[in-house]
């Protein structure tokens, strides 16, 4: 917990879901939370609620598929806090469908904010940690990065594609930076809501976990000592296959 005290993190795609709940939990364990997300009653309503409740947190309206956004958010969290010693890039959409059904702009969509927003944040935030000489990236993937199936195609190579570059990151980025990859099977969060094909929808929703999990494996790799690096953490429910 005193790992977690003070810290200014970042996190994208927070008016919902995983990005909520990692925001709710880190702040209540005493970070500085910086939110980003497009809906900007939801990060009001969310930052009203953590500063309510004694903790510090501010928003910034961010679209991840736009790099000025992501700028955007990094230097409003170096602005109010003087520095940034996280960032979770976790926005993410889930629009899976049969190949067949030739959903090009979902493909294109999942494209842009899975792999595009996580190299967005990179971008924004590697500069600052170098100049700072510390930093913490924790990129969200997914079950979906170890394992190909059925109606999963493009979604599962957008998720094999962060664990890619989250591993290159973590090579490239020496003794002073850390890189996590945490990927969640399926969760209860409106990325499922996201999905075009109703059967697909209904038949994952009943066996999604709470976002609460999520959060609780993220406050761990933050929490750990400096010279520690938790390079990846898988998180299922038990009744997926």
Do not use: C
């Not at 008016?15 to 009653?41: C, F, Y």
């Not at 510090?56 to 598929?65: H, I, R």
């Not at 290159?168 to 996590?180: F, Y």
């Not at 996201?194 to 406050?219: H, W």
């Amino acid at each position: 917990m005193s790992n977690i005290q003070n810290k200014v993190i970042i996190i994208t795609g927070a008016s919902s879901g995983m990005g909520k709940a990692a925001a709710t939990l880190l702040a209540e364990r005493g970070a500085k939370v910086v939110v980003g997300a497009r809906r900007k009653q939801q990060l009001d309503e969310l930052v009203t609620t953590i500063t309510s409740k004694g903790g510090s947190a501010s928003f910034q309206v961010t679209d991840v598929t736009k790099r000025s956004d992501v700028e955007n958010l990094v230097k409003h969290a170096v602005n109010t806090y003087g520095k940034v010693d996280v960032i979770i890039n976790n926005a993410g959409v889930m629009p899976i469908s049969p190949l067949d059904d030739l959903l090009v702009e979902d493909w294109e969509k999942m494209i842009d904010v899975n792999i595009k927003g996580v190299l967005y944040g990179i971008a924004a935030a590697l500069p600052v940690f170098r100049k700072q000489g510390s930093g913490h990236f924790i990129n969200i993937a997914s079950t979906a990065g170890h394992k190909t199936v059925q109606n999963q195609s493009v979604y599962s190579g957008t998720k094999y594609a962060v664990r890619a570059i989250s591993e290159g990151l973590r090579q490239e980025a020496g003794d002073k930076l850390r890189v996590t990859i945490i990927s969640p099977g399926m969760t209860r969060t409106s990325v499922v809501d996201s999905m075009t094909n109703p059967e697909v929808k209904a038949r994952l929703k009943d066996i999604a976990m709470p976002a609460d999990a999520i959060a609780r494996s993220i406050a761990f790799a933050i929490e750990q000592p400096a010279e520690i690096d938790v390079n990846e953490v898988i998180v299922r429910p038990t009744a997926q296959g």
